[in-house]
C-alpha cells in the first residue's frame, strides 16, 4: 500500500509538472526572445539619434566615436548617404537578432547580436525551472512517504487488532489515529472486543456454574446408585430408586436453570412453597455422605414455614452451604428455621473452625477459595439466592454461620399484576 501511494502521488506530481513545466518553457522562451529584440531595436534607435545629433552639430561620425556607445557582443553598421558603411564590432556567424533604424539626416543604423545570448538565457531558465521542478519532486516524495506511513501505519495495526480478535485475545486497545474513517473503525473495533469479551465472560462463567452445580447432584446420584448395587433387599432397591429419580428430576430442573440464566440471570420462577419439604429432601440427600464422614447434619427451628422462591434454586443453595460444610467444617452441620420481619431465615452452621481471617467478606467472590476447592460454590449460591429476590449471608466467621434470607410474601409487582389480570 505504501508503493501505491508513493506511485500515485508522484505521478500527480510529474504530471502536474510536465503540463507546467512544459507551457513555461514555452512561454519563457518567446518572453526572452522578445525581449532581446526589444533591446535591439531600442539599442539601434539611440544609436541613429546620436549620429542624427552629430550630423546637426557637423561633427565627425566615426567607429572610433561611436564605439563606445555600443554594448559589447553586438555588432553595428551605420550608413551615411555618400559616404562608406561604419562597422563597429565584429560580424557575428551564424543566426542573428537584428533591427534598423532611420535618421533624419538620412542615415541607417543597423545593430546585430548573436542568437547565442538568448539561447544561453533560455538556458539559464530552464536550469532554474528543472531545479524547481526538481525539489518539487523532492517534496512530492516526502510528503507521500509522510502521508503513505500516517495511512499505512494505522492500517496495519487495525489489522493486527482484527487479528488478535480472531485468535481471542478480546482486550481493546483504545488507540486513535487521528483520521476520522480509521478512528471510527478503531472504536468500532474496540465495541466489538468489549462485547466478544463479555460473552466469554458469560460462557465461562456458565462452564464453572454448570461444573460446580451439576456435582453436587451427580455425586448425590452417584451414592444412591451405589446403595442400589449393594442391598439385595428389594424394598430397598425401589425406596433408593425412587429418591434417584427424584434427583435425577432436580437435575433436570439445575440445567434448565443454568440456561435460564445464561440468557437473563434475573429470570426467575419464583412460587410460594414448603421449606420444610426442602429442608427434608436435603437431609435425606446428604446423611449417607455425613455418615460415611462420621459425622451428623440435624434440622431445628419453626416447622411449616412458607418461602417465596424457586424451591429448585433454594434447595442449590443449600446444598451447596451444606457441601461447604462437609468439605471445610467439622461437628454437626445444622439447618435452623428461624422468622425475622417479613422473611425467613435458614441458618446453615458446623462446629468446625470457621472461616479463616484471610478470606473474611471475600468468601462469596468468585476464585476465592479455601483447601483447593474450586471457589465459585459459595459465589454461585449467592447469584441463585439473589435471582429469586433473597440473599446469602455469613452470620458469623467463627464457627462459620451463613443465613439464607427469603421472603414470605410475594412480592408487590406480583401481586398488582395478578389483580390486572383479575379484572
Known sequence: MRRRLIQSTLAVVLVVIAVFGVSLVIVETRTITESARERVESEAVRLASIVDSRLLLEEKV???????????????????????????????????IGASASGEEGETVTVQEPSSSVTREVGRTLLIIGLVALLA?????????????????????????????????????HRRYGVPELDRVADVLDSSAERIARMLTAERRLAADASHQLRTPLTALSMRLEEITLTDDLETVKDEATIAL?????LTDVVERLLT??????????????????????????????????????????????????PGAVAQVLAALIENSLMHGGG??????????????????????????????????????????????LAVARDLAEADGGRLEMLQAKPAVFGLFLSRTPPQKSRDDHRHTVR
Open 62 to 96: 566615426t567607429a572610433e566615436v561611436l564605439r563606445d556607445q555600443v554594448t559589447e557582443d553586438r555588432y553595428v553598421v551605420v550608413r551615411l548617404p555618400g559616404r562608406a558603411p561604419i562597422e563597429i564590432g565584429g560580424k557575428p556567424e551564424g543566426e542573428v
Open 332 to 377: 454437626t452441620v445444622a439447618l435452623r428455621t428461624r422468622v425475622t420481619g417479613n422473611q425467613v431465615v435458614i441458618e446453615v452452621t458446623d462446629e468446625g473452625p470457621g472461616v479463616p481471617a484471610d478470606l473474611g467478606a471475600r468468601i462469596f467472590e468468585r476464585a476465592i477459595s479455601g483447601h483447593n476447592s474450586t471457589g465459585i460454590g
Open 261 to 310: 440464566n445464561s440468557r437473563d440471570p434475573r429470570t426467575g420462577s419464583a412460587v410460594t412453597f414448603d421449606l420444610d419439604e426442602v429442608i427434608q429432601q436435603q437431609l435425606a440427600e446428604w446423611r449417607p455422605a455425613y455418615r460415611s464422614a462420621g459425622r451428623a447434619i440435624v434440622t431445628s427451628g419453626k416447622r411449616h414455614l412458607r418461602a417465596v422462591g424457586t
Open 246 to 250: 427424584a434427583q435425577v428430576e432436580r
Open 137 to 173: 519532486v523532492i517534496a512530492a516524495v516526502l510528503l507521500a512517504v509522510r502521508q503513505a506511513n500516517r495511512l499505512a501505519s494505522p492500517l496495519t495495526d487495525l489489522a493486527e487488532t482484527a487479528e488478535r480478535l480472531g485468535s481471542g485475545d478480546p482486550r481493546p486497545r
